[in-house]
């Protein structure tokens, strides 16, 4: 019997940038994108977003949420390992003041907190559905680096949903040629894999230090090259810095949900 592919790993980023909470469902907006990821962003007083391209010290901010309490608590990872770091809690919209205040100290420049509830912040506006990548990618791209861990390559790319039951880089297969989409069906939600997603400079750095990880990029190139699949659309890569596909939706589903152990069905 043939194994179905199905969802193994769901992940939100409520802030932009920040540390993601991996959760058991999430509601399907009309944008395509999952409620609550990206809801909120950081942005610097000229309106530019505070993230990991423009800014390597936020990852070095460690952020736990509560979902159901709407809190953040936040804690500088860079402080001196004598010294005790306490977690500072936050109501994230009743405090908003107070958080973007401590924010502003942490950066040292005046830092905003903006929310979309319709799209929250994607990278890309046109795509702004969950972005999929299959567990066996993330395992086999840690054999690459032999002091990455899994978990470690997890945080580094920051995808939200993880596909199990399917070898390393199925998720090539919901891309084609530059012209064409490729429909596929989780549970009940119909959607379009656009694009194998361009990388920025993130994953080249430590997730929990934002320190540069040299050669990183370099490796993962030739690898990627070295390993690209048959059934992988190879006009897509411009170059080999991709990893994980882009989505939107094929249709609106109100209301609709992505659950762990949803089949992930090509159609």
């Known amino acids: 019997m ?3 592919p199905y969802v193994s790993r769901l992940f939100i980023y409520p802030i932009k940038s920040l540390d993601g909470v991996e959760i058991q469902s999430a509601t399907v907006l009309r944008s395509g994108a999952l409620k609550g990821d990206r809801q909120f962003a950081l942005t610097d007083a ?5 993230n990991g391209k423009r800014h390597a010290n936020i990852q070095a901010l460690r952020a736990e949420f509560d979902l159901q309490a709407g809190t953040i608590s936040l804690r500088n990872s860079h402080t001196e390992p004598n010294s005790i770091s306490q977690p500072v809690t936050f109501q994230i919209e009743p405090e908003q003041d107070a958080l973007e205040a401590w924010l502003s100290e942490y950066f040292g420049f005046p830092v905003f907190l903006r929310q979309n509830l319709e799209m929250g912040f994607p990278d890309d506006t046109l ?3 969950p972005t ?3 567990t066996a990618t993330l395992e086999a791209i840690a054999t690459w680096y032999p002091h990455l861990t899994l978990e470690e390559v ?3 790319f920051r995808t939200n949903i993880e596909i199990a039951g399917v070898p390393a880089f199925w998720e090539d297969r919901l891309f084609a040629e530059a012209d064409r989409t490729v429909a596929f069906q989780i549970g009940a939600v119909r959607l ?3 694009n194998p997603c361009q990388r920025c400079v993130v994953p080249t750095r430590n997730a929990k230090t ?5 050669g990183f990029q370099k490796t993962f190139v030739a690898k990627r090259q070295e390993t690209l699949p048959p059934w992988a659309e ?7 810095y991709r990893l994980a596909v882009n989505t939107r939706l094929a249709e609106p589903h109100p209301g609709a949900a992505i659950s762990i152990g949803d089949p992930v069905l090509l159609e």
């Open 2 to 4: 043939t194994a179905v």
């Open 46 to 50: 000229a309106g530019q977003v505070v």
């Open 127 to 129: 795509s702004p559905g």
């Open 132 to 134: 999929i990548v299959s």
């Open 154 to 156: 997890r945080a580094r």
């Open 192 to 194: 379009l894999g656009v």
């Open 210 to 214: 934002g320190i540069a990880d040299p």
């Open 234 to 240: 190879r006009s897509r890569f411009n170059h080999f």
